[in-house]
């Protein structure tokens, strides 16, 4: 595989850069065009949490079953991607604590109650900088500093134009955010890039030591990270600026006192935006786009990229190679839309 042109991935955030190591393992030849600079993907905390994500949000048990497949493969992609993994147990406090924990049981998750304290330990973490590293360090010299200007189809694949430089590829990969739809991509996945929603999140970042686990409850979030702990998030449609705002701040720092159960204390604290996408369903797109060869999609994880990101990895690599994804990953099809 590896004598013929390398299947090029746009981007390094979480999906593309899953999507790399996917292809890479599985022998082939890689090659990840991204611009620098920090993603969204950087500015999180990592969660991988089907238990309380599908408590928060509401979701079906179809939906919650997906986010438990996205979890169960971590370990393996961990191990082998160099990632650390954090399993330890995670909380929700405070009010509405009948209500998720209702939920946890009929998603069959593992629950557990301390007073108004509802606990499980099917949510994990990783961290960010720390799983990005790992996964460029994997790929090596695969992952490139570039500007993609335009892309051509071709017999046989696709050119791509970065920083006055052409590159043959014999598949392209987009996984580019929510950036603008790449100048050559064929109208119907212009169209599908173009309906993905722009979605604002602000965290902040402090190295006190507030928490040992991570701690939800109404309206924040409070998360360790290494040596650092996350405040965080919002969740803001529609915005796509990255300034982080002082006031936004100083209400998620109201919210997260409350569910720490605490008085307000000074911090020096950090505060980070990053915009994601989303699509209409909240799912990622993961797999061939609606239109053109060798043209797959790898974008739009909401805020679950980190939860999905093997998942929707995996998902791309069988529809390159020509396999039959598994019943999960087939959700994320995108010409579901």
């Known amino acids: ?47 991988i949490a089907p ?15 997906l986010l438990k497949a996205g979890r169960d493969l971590w370990q ?9 993994l954090t399993q330890r147990p995670a909380e929700w406090r405070g009010g509405q604590a009948d209500r998720i924990a209702a939920r946890l049981v ?19 973490q990783v961290q960010p900088d720390q799983a990005m590293a790992a996964l460029k360090t994997a790929l090596g010299e695969a992952v490139v500093t570039g500007e993609v200007a ?24 987009v996984a580019t955010g929510v950036a603008p739809a ?23 970042v402090t190295r006190a030591l507030l928490v040992d686990r991570v701690t939800r409850g109404p309206g924040a979030y409070v998360a360790p990270m290494g040596d650092r ?5 919002t969740m803001e449609p529609g915005r796509r600026d990255t300034t982080p705002d002082d006031q936004t701040g100083r209400r998620m720092l109201e919210a997260a006192w409350r569910v720490l159960e605490r008085s307000p204390q000074s911090l020096d604290i950090q505060w980070r935006a990053g915009v994601r996408g989303a699509t209409a369903d909240g799912l990622p797109l993961a797999g061939p786009a609606p ?27 069988d529809w390159i190679e020509g396999r039959a994804p598994s019943p999960d990953a087939r959700a994320l099809d995108p010409r579901r839309f």
């Open 76 to 84: 393996a992609f961990a191990q082998s991607a160099g990632i650390a």
């Open 229 to 233: 702990v996350v405040v965080g998030a």
């Open 1 to 47: 595989m590896t004598s013929s042109p390398p299947i090029v991935i746009v981007g390094a955030g979480v999906l593309g850069l899953c999507t790399a190591f996917a292809l890479k393992q599985r022998g082939h030849a890689v090659r990840v065009v991204d611009p620098g600079g920090s993603n969204a993907s950087a500015v999180a905390a990592g969660m």
């Open 150 to 173: 335009e892309v051509q189809a071709m017999a046989g694949g696709w050119r791509i134009a970065a920083d006055g430089r052409w590159i043959v590829a014999s598949g392209l990969v």
């Open 182 to 204: 790449l100048t050559g991509l064929p109208t119907a996945t212009r169209a599908l890039i173009d309906a993905i929603q722009p979605i604002r999140g602000q965290i902040g």
């Open 106 to 124: 009929t998603l069959g998750f593992d629950v557990a109650r301390d007073g108004d304290r509802v606990i499980t330990t099917d949510d994990w």
């Open 291 to 317: 239109d053109g060869e060798s043209l797959f999609l790898a974008l739009a994880p909401r805020r679950n990229g980190w939860l999905l990101g093997p998942l929707a990895g995996s998902a791309v690599a």
């Open 51 to 65: 238990a309380m994500e599908s408590a928060i949000d509401d979701l079906s048990p179809d939906q919650a079953r």
